[in-house]
């Protein structure tokens, strides 16, 4: 048939988004040969090659195009941050299209500057890809924030996101294949009074199993544990493959559901026995699971 295209696997496009210096930079400079594109000084001190720190929004676009289009060996795209980035675009904005006027007349008028800032990100997208074509990992590192969200059905609650505008954000969601949030391993403890007290460590991971509670997440066939290790050598030698805990999981609960039910999920599923599951469907099998054995606790209890 004419116009089809064969499916193909690029390298991943990855954002991972912590808090600073939790090891974010480093994390990058471990990646294969890579080549940075930073925006902060968050690697002066890292022996990787890179561009110097641009001043414009033009020229960070230009470093972009030429990992795109030049000749080189480099295997890795490292922009550290995306953050800095969209300060870049949004200078470039208020610079020529509202005379370097940051106020109510000016980029704030009716979200104008914000939004005309998330067209600009939309540019960057496609030289990164370009980048992709070449067969090389494409890498976003950021800084974390939180964000309202409002929900219709319940209150409103907050999640981690990385520090950006929701507009740039939801563009570069979309884009990316992976989405990490870096954090310090810790656990939830409560004393007698029964108020709730975070005990943290030194060890550092990567968490990729998405909730209401933080954006992140995988495309199918770049499939992750649920954490990891934050070291480069931990996330290659994950990628792409399954959480075993989840799959043993979901087994243990399968019980759960009634005849009729197990018939319609593997429907759902595509799939004729469960074994043969993708890992991102199986991840949100576990999670309806994990609801319907809540669901009838509570109903055994009551």
Not at 41 to 51: H, K, M, S
Not at 277 to 292: H, I, M, W, Y
Request: aromatic share 6%; proline share 6%; net charge negative.
């Amino acid at each position: 048939m004419n116009g089809i295209v064969k499916g193909g696997h690029h390298p991943p496009r990855v954002v991972i988004y912590g808090p600073p210096k939790i090891g974010k930079s480093s994390f990058g400079a471990d990646a294969p040969n890579p080549i940075f594109v930073p925006t902060e000084d968050g690697i002066d001190n890292v022996e990787v090659d890179r561009f110097p720190r641009p001043t414009s929004w033009p020229e960070l676009l230009a470093n972009v195009e030429r990992v795109a289009t030049e000749e080189h060996e480099y295997q890795t795209l490292v922009l550290d941050t995306i953050n800095g980035a969209a300060e870049l675009a949004a200078n470039h904005v208020c610079e020529t299209r509202f005379g370097n006027d940051w106020g109510p007349r000016g980029y704030q008028s009716f979200g104008q500057g914000a939004a005309a800032t998330s067209e600009e990100i939309r540019r960057l997208l496609p030289a990164l890809d370009r980048c992709r074509t070449r067969e090389m990992t494409v890498l976003l590192l950021a800084h974390a924030g939180t964000q309202r969200v409002p929900n219709p059905l319940d209150a409103d609650f907050s999640k981690w996101v990385p520090d950006l505008d929701r507009r740039i954000w939801a563009r570069i969601a979309a884009w990316a294949d992976v989405i990490g949030r870096a954090e310090y391993q810790h656990s939830i403890v409560r004393d007698a009074t029964g108020k709730a007290k975070a005990m943290g460590a030194s060890v550092r991971i990567i968490r990729f199993a998405g909730s209401a509670a933080e954006d992140v997440g995988t495309r199918v066939g770049f499939d992750l544990p649920a954490e990891i290790p934050l070291s480069w050598d931990a996330f290659s030698s994950a990628l792409g493959k399954a959480d075993d805990s989840d799959a043993a999981e979901v087994r243990e609960l399968w019980g759960l559901l009634a005849p009729e039910e197990t018939k319609a999920t593997l429907h759902w599923l595509g799939v004729r026995d469960l074994s043969k599951a993708s890992p991102a469907k199986l991840r949100q099998l576990l999670n309806r699971l994990r609801q319907v054995a809540a669901t009838r606790k509570e109903t055994d209890h009551a």
